[in-house]
């Protein structure tokens, strides 16, 4: 009897496959090359944030600014995020891919358009070569909209999740203050720009896979939005690119990693940037990561501010509505690493 077609990964994955099916496979040009990536603790700076509301306030914020700036990624401790929270949130989410899959099912969507929603690779309608990766995407920003849609099961992910999105909102706005001053910029700059600020949080979910060296958990991309506050198990699979070389961001327990979203980087005219990274797969164990993704509202208008604009530094970006930008990022399937690009005056539109 044929095989009955599943919709998600892992109930494919689980079924025991030794070879992934061919829509996985990627060109033997773009491939993680897994023996030749180079796995180093601590590979992109780790800033300690007790030191920002004290005497060492204008350290940290130079930390910040010189990570920002030649790493567009940085790890951070003394987050003032519960070690309890962060195991719990891990833990549910955890437990929600372990569900039956007809219960899984019941959030699947493959319309980038919905609020919450189940789905499968990145964008399945406009892709042309599959992720390795399911991926629960949510909206949680402003709470009170959105909670009513999440997955009821497991029974306190409503309560839970919600609690863990408020504490990682505070953490991002004390971040953006940060930048903001980093930048030489009022600290509300980055926190007016946004309107009404949107937050989505992503549970990714990456099964073993028999050969993982074919494929990816997320090929090399940007993140389109504003920054981006990563949670992952204690399983390596982040890399990101530094001096044309992938190195791997191995797990620091109580920790998160901070990147710059391709909107910081424009409202930075380019001195911030948004730096490619991707999740490679393993064939032994199972990885959970959980991103919470800081966005503009879609009518907010994003380009270089003017305080950073002058003779010799020219505005690299021209004006437009984050809306724009966030419809041309899914719409490309990942084929395109960044949109960035897109919108420089001297991109030709016709
Ligand atoms: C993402 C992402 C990395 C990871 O979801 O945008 O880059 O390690 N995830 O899951
Ligand atoms: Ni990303």
Not at 37 to 60: A, E, K, Q, R, W
Not at 61 to 76: E, L, T
Not at 144 to 163: I, L, T
Not at 179 to 205: C, P, T, V, W
């Amino acid at each position: 009897m044929a095989p009955t077609a599943k919709l998600l990964l892992a109930d494919l994955a689980s079924s025991g496959v030794k070879q992934i099916p061919s829509n996985y496979i990627r060109p033997i040009s773009d491939r993680p090359n897994l023996s030749d990536d180079h796995f180093s603790d601590g590979s992109i700076p780790m800033i300690d944030l007790n030191g920002l509301n004290g005497p060492n306030h204008s350290t940290v914020i130079g930390q910040i600014g010189q990570a920002c700036q030649r790493d567009g990624f940085f790890q951070v401790k003394n987050h003032g995020i519960p070690e309890e929270m962060i195991s719990n949130v891990l833990d549910i989410a955890r437990q929600f891919f372990k569900l039956p899959e007809s219960e899984r099912l019941k959030n699947y969507s493959d319309d980038p358009s919905k609020t919450t929603r189940l789905s499968t690779s990145f964008n399945i309608k406009t892709e042309q070569v599959s992720s390795w990766r399911d991926f629960l995407r949510f909206h949680c920003h402003p709470l009170e909209d959105y909670v009513h849609e999440w997955p009821s099961n497991p029974p306190s992910f409503r309560k839970d999740v919600a609690e863990y999105c408020r504490s990682v909102r505070g953490l991002v706005l004390r971040l953006l203050e940060a930048i903001s001053e980093s930048l030489g910029l009022e600290r509300d700059f980055i926190d007016k720009k946004l309107g009404r600020h949107g937050q989505h949080m992503a549970m990714n979910y990456y099964p073993p896979c028999p050969q993982p060296e074919l494929t990816y958990g997320l090929p090399g991309h940007t993140d389109p939005n504003l920054i981006t506050i990563l949670l992952q198990d204690d399983v390596p699979g982040l890399q990101v690119l530094r001096n044309g070389k992938w190195i791997a961001v191995n797990p620091v327990p109580n920790t998160f990693i901070v990147n710059i979203g391709d909107q910081i980087q424009v409202l930075s005219n380019d001195r911030y940037k948004s730096v490619l990274h991707r999740a490679v797969v393993n064939s032994e164990r199972d990885r959970i990561s959980i991103p919470t993704f800081y966005c503009p509202s879609p009518d907010a208008v994003i380009g270089p501010p003017k305080e950073l604009i002058d003779d010799e530094n020219p505005a690299v970006y021209r004006d437009f509505t984050y809306g724009e930008y966030y419809e041309k990022f899914w719409n490309k399937g990942l084929v395109r690493e960044c949109c960035l690009d897109l919108f420089k005056p001297s991109h030709n539109t016709t």
